[in-house]
Nanobody
Framework: QVQLVESGGGSVHAGGSLRLSCTAS????????MGWVRQAPGKEREGVAL???????SYADSVKGRFAISKGSANNTLYLQMNSLKPEDTAMYYC???????????WGQGTQVTVSS
């Protein structure tokens, strides 16, 4: 059974940093494609960052240069380091797992990030 549990969200002032974590189980983490998506109130879900099984990363233009996604294979944990946070980064952040790299199929429960100006 696939499980994804996010943590690390919180409230920060603009310019601050947070690191989100997603602990994964129930599938072969090291070979999975993983990502982070976010959804702000009244807005559609937005892809934030992806990491494929080879470790190649990609980012939404809105977060390039500020966010970094990484996989901790030793502990089956996905990370999202978020620096220089802006109020427009405020959203619920979800971890997504794609064990076979064919399209995300599993989602966590989300962790709230709130950035105040």
């Amino acid at each position: 059974q696939v499980q994804l549990v996010e943590s690390g969200g919180g409230s920060v002032h603009a310019g601050g940093s947070l690191r989100l974590s997603c602990t994964a189980s129930g599938f072969r983490f090291i070979s999975a494609c993983m990502g982070w998506v976010r959804q702000a109130p009244g807005k559609e879900r937005e892809g934030v960052a992806l990491i494929n099984r080879g470790g190649t990363t990609s980012y939404a233009d809105s977060v390039k240069g500020r966010f970094a996604i990484s996989k901790g294979s030793a502990n089956n944990t996905l990370y999202l380091q978020m620096n220089s946070l802006k109020p427009e980064d405020t959203a619920m952040y979800y971890c997504a797992a794609d064990p076979n790299c064919i399209g995300a199929r599993y989602w966590g429960q989300g962790t709230q990030v709130t950035v105040s100006s």
